[in-house]
């Protein structure tokens, strides 16, 4: 069935270093890639998101990078801050109900 | 404006009873979507409407699971005869279309 892969499950940074989460899916037909950041107890807040008619998008320290020949994607987080510090989750949905399926978190500890 | 609520955020449930979750999703917005989220674990789709019309429940776990959104507005996931592998958190999410889905807090339900 659909899937998606995400690596690490956990990673430390130190404050002010680059954190990069790696996610890779399995359907082809997958168009629409968002990352979601979840604080301990809280709802899932959208941070950015890819279309696959674009390789790449960025976000003031946010950027996401699509290689759709190779079903991967990756949230690169620069200049971490401890308030970074949340699990994030990576995402794939297609065209028409955007059903979204999840990879299964990464922990982000940004050390001060 | 006002983001997607959900009610209760907490519920306790004896084994065997029956549950009932609200969500109310953002004004306006066609497509609503619940998800389960077990602990330490990203979301799992269980079914999407679109209006009033369920157009998708493949990911409903059991026939003990059912949901509706009889006006195309509010919608309610009820669970009959609870067992505790159904605690977990119900995540609710609306989009306008088929576009970026905004979650709302989610119910946190504990199966004794």
């Known amino acids: 069935g659909e899937n998606v892969e995400q690596h690490p499950s956990t990673l430390s940074v130190q404050e002010g270093d680059s954190a990069v989460i790696k996610c890779t899916y399995s359907?082809?037909?997958?168009?629409?890639f968002p990352w979601y950041k979840q604080e301990l107890g809280k709802r899932p807040q959208l941070i950015i998101d890819i279309r696959s008619n674009v390789g790449e998008k960025k976000d003031q320290r946010i950027a996401v990078t699509l290689n759709k020949t190779a079903k991967h994607f990756s949230l690169h987080i620069t200049e971490t801050q401890p308030e970074d510090s949340a699990v994030y989750f990576c995402?794939?949905?297609?065209?028409?109900?955007?059903?979204?399926?999840f990879g299964t978190g990464t922990r982000l500890k940004v050390l001060a | 404006g006002a983001g997607v609520s959900q009610s209760p955020r907490y519920k306790v449930a004896k084994r065997g009873q029956d549950v009932a979750l609200r969500c109310d999703p953002i004004s306006g917005h066609v497509s609503l979507f619940w998800y389960q989220q077990a602990l330490g674990q990203g979301p799992e789709f269980l079914t999407y409407f679109q209006n009033e019309a369920q157009l998708d429940k493949s990911g409903l776990p059991s026939d003990r699971f059912f949901a509706e959104r009889p006006e195309g507005s509010v919608s309610t996931l009820k669970i009959q005869r609870t067992q505790q592998e159904d605690s977990a958190v119900y995540l609710c999410?609306?989009?306008?279309?088929?576009?970026?889905?905004?979650f709302g807090p989610g119910t946190r339900l504990t199966v004794l």
């Open positions: 995402a794939s949905g297609k065209g028409g109900t955007y059903k979204y399926i």
């Open positions: 359907d082809s037909a997958s168009n629409y």
């Open positions: 999410a609306s989009s306008l279309g088929a576009d970026t889905q905004y």
